[in-house]
């Protein structure tokens, strides 16, 4: 099945900083998503992106299908940006299922 | 986008008994997803419910186990059956909509002591 990497694994910035997060992932996807898990477990939906480029406030996402790669650029970070950041796939093989693949997760942890 | 309301939100449980979660979609939804993530760890799909349908299992996981109910469009149920202290993970509902994506609901914290 389709294999999705996240680099860094961890990431300890000071707040003001910016980062970029990289989604790796193995096969063609139909779809790509960006999720938050804040520190109570809640999952928060950013960017709904299987290509292009997509911004919102602070953050920023860009997918480019071709080469199998997913950008996550947080700026001027605030310490409510902390938790992990997820990336999760959707591949259009065996069959269409919609079904989601979750990448390994980046941990970020935003210092005042 | 939808909202899921699921439940209970934590709970800890004698291993060997069972629970049951609930979600509530406020939309009507072909394909609701259960998942699980166990601590510190990513997201790993148990299986997909249909209505009107028996779930789909993904590898390593099986109905005996994880009995899910799909009555209608805007619910459905996963039960941990059996449980031991490795069954100790969140679990987590979702949904599937267009343009926005995945919507997944609060997650149900166990904890199997």
């Known amino acids: 099945g389709i294999q999705v990497e996240q680099s860094p694994p961890d990431l300890i910035l000071q707040e003001g900083a910016n980062s970029t997060l990289r989604c790796n992932f193995s096969?063609?996807?139909?779809?790509l998503q960006w999720f938050h898990q804040n520190p109570w477990g809640q999952l928060i939906n950013l960017f709904y992106?299987?290509?292009g480029t997509k911004q919102n406030g602070r953050l920023s996402a860009t997918t480019v299908a071709t080469e199998r790669y997913s950008l996550l650029y947080i700026s001027s970070s605030q310490t409510t940006d902390s938790g992990v950041y997820f990336c999760?796939?959707?591949?259009?093989?065996?069959?269409?299922?919609?079904?989601?693949?979750f990448g390994t997760g980046t941990r970020l942890q935003v210092f005042p | 986008s939808a909202v899921i309301s699921q439940k209970p939100s934590r709970d800890i449980c004698q291993r060997g008994t069972s629970l049951t979660i609930q979600c509530q979609v406020d939309?009507?939804?072909?394909?609701m997803f259960w998942y699980r993530q166990q601590p510190g760890q990513s997201l790993t799909l148990i299986a997909t419910?249909?209505?009107?349908?028996?779930?789909?299992?993904e590898s390593g996981f099986v109905i005996d186990k994880f009995p899910i109910s799909r009555p209608n469009l805007t619910f459905s149920t996963l039960t941990v059956s059996n449980m031991s202290p490795e069954d100790s993970s969140i679990y987590l509902c979702?949904?599937?909509?267009?343009?926005?994506?995945?919507?997944f609901g609060s997650g149900t914290r166990l904890t199997v002591v």
């Open positions: 979702s949904v599937v909509g267009r343009p926005y994506g995945y919507t």
């Open positions: 096969d063609s996807v139909n779809n």
């Open positions: 992106i299987p290509s």
């Open positions: 999760a796939v959707g591949s259009p093989l065996p069959t269409n299922t919609d079904k989601l693949i």
């Open positions: 939309s009507q939804v072909t394909m």
């Open positions: 419910a249909n209505q009107g349908s028996e779930a789909t299992y």
